[in-house]
């Protein structure tokens, strides 16, 4: 599917527009771009004059923020070829600090070697836009690059060469934490966000000084982790890892991503830092990636507590020749490769190999070339004004509308407004996990935007005072100011600490007293509208009575209180869609639209048994014996892909160019789409398809392309995908990507569970 291609053909907006033009005219006039060929000549022309204890050194990357002395040692003695962490670790930045360890580097290192500074700049540096996850339910790629464009020119102008992301781990289960750090569940979308991101870093021009390099982590299948719970085992099969896992780290290789962070996990009993066929058959040779391999933290270091390896000097033998390039903290590559070489257990070429890969994103960074940045003017770089426009309008189009009964939303004709719940005015939970550098003093919350509206009399009560509070004391006040007002709007959800790394949960239901507190609420009998901000879906099954409307926002950043603001008054239309499955109950996960049929699936149609209609001593056979839970059913809560909105989006025939097309062919899917209502709106107008008979058992549907089309009032739009071959292809062998002739199903549609169907064969 061209569909990438084709958003990035979209007229980009005007302020990103001057900003790519702008990166690649400074980075022409200040140099060149130097050819593949003149950086290979460097590299080899380096690497020849390095002592092996200085090529040693290159693969060590030094955790800055705890070890400030040892990093110092280190740089000075050529023995730290990057620095993590150089922005320190929750503390307004010293910028100077960053260009004196980088003079340290070049001035009294033995091959006085630009250091590489690397830091996790995740969703923004100062500007902080929505989690990942809210990114993804953006289905806005433009955004995405937008943001990353955004966060690289606010962190190159700190001194940050590198960031630790985009993370393409596909997340199928809300209890792992990380989820919210995904593009969610789909390996389409994932890998779509994940190169949009890319792009926004890097722009393609990776010499500029404001491109920053961009990791594609954790390869691989991190996210698939056992029950949710970080870090742990992961049982991908082959077939499973090729079409699900893998495809975004793919999409992130063809779009030149600079590095690539092998995970915490084990797959089927071998731990992805060490996996030899992942990093060298899978990355290196099918895939031709050209930057270095970086480890997770430590990762080298588990290989031992996994009980693959006795030391660290095992563990260091076995991640080299695996196929890393760098070593995230551990420091056993320096501490043995030393005495790994002369016993021959790891060969010189490798370390010359490995160190050829760091050593060229160096010079393709143009690091050789201005390995400083001009400390006194970096601050003119963040929370910029189009910086926050753009964060707003993100946060904006991630927020996903789940219920809006008899028109709540927008509210109109309300004088009097209670601010409810434990969110409403928090900075530090708003922006969520990995916001390290987040300026929170920048962060506008929901509270601080409804009390920027004249004509509004605001009554705030938190009702809890964070999230997991448990006391009711606060709750009489509170009620009492909703009885006061003609309307309460509810934040709840998680606080930000509860989602992220080694963040997992069992229990995903909202925390603390808030469902009490939402209840209370709801029976003042004032119209309520309930917002959830947190980083994962959460089951709100037992919540949703509760409201009138949900808005389902993530933690949306920095601009998210205006954001929420704009849609809640209806001066915005939401237009979200969820990246991931919503679940009613935690015990129905994993549970994801693009499954394989099982032999038995459940019928849609029949109402299904549930424990209360099971009659007593009924006979084992009675219940239908088809896949679903006798006490949660079949279905989720929501779907992928749903979200609501102010307007009404028709979908008329879905018409086909063909109905039988050959493997060179393309195929035109055509869609009537119109907004039957009085309100100007966008639909996230979403294609899937099914290849219902295959040499392998196929998912149920996948989502093959996506297109945000924005429709006024009454206004129909025809919308068209073009699909090739490629997008019917699946790999049906190791690495045999193939599509098989026959039948296929199309959808065109607003979610994952409806819209116009049409089938068409494929002939060979
Ligand atoms: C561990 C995390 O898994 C990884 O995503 C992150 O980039 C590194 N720590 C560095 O902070």
Redesign the pocket.
Known sequence: MRNIRHNRQRRLPHFLLSSLLCSILCSLSAHAKPSDKVIEAKVNALLNKMTLAEKIGQMNQVNYALTEDQALAAIKSGQAGAI??PTGVGEDTDLKKINALQRLALEHSPSKIPLLF???V?HGFKTIFPIPLGLAATFNPLLVEQGARIAAQEARAAGVHIT??P?LDIARDARWG?IA?SFGEDPYLVSQMGIAMIHGFQTNDLSAVDSLGA?A??FFG?GATEGGRDYNSTNIPPGQLRNVYLPPFKAAVENGVVSV?T??NENDGIPATANRYALQEILRKQWGFRGFVVS????TGELIVHGYVQNRKQAAERAINAGIDME??TGSFLENLPTLISEGKVSLQTVNDRVRNILRIKYKMGLFDHPFFDEQTAREAFLKPDSLTSARQTAEQSVVMLKNDRQTLPLKSINTLAIIGPLADKPHEQIGT?SWDGDETAVITPLAAFRQEKTLTVLYQPGLEYSRDKSTDAFAKTIEAVKQADAAVVFLGEEAILSG?AHSLANLNLVGAQSELLAAVKKTGKPVVLVVMAGRPLTIERDLPNADAVLYSFHPGTMGGPALRDLILGKANPSGKLPVTFVRQVGQIPLYYNHNNTGRPAPAEEQLDTLDTIPVGATQTSLGNTSYYLDAGRDPLFPFGYGLSYSNFAYGELQLSSNQIHLQDTLTAKVKVTNSSNIDGTEVVQLYLRDPVSSRVRPVKELKAFKRVPLKAGETQTVSFTLTSKDLAFYNGDDHFTAEPGEFQIWVGGDSQHGPQANFRLVP
């Open positions: 993590l962490n690397a830091r996790d995740i630790f992301a993370m990380r750090e990791t982590k954790h991190y962070m995970s915490f997770d933290w430590n990762a995230m903290f990995w790394e």
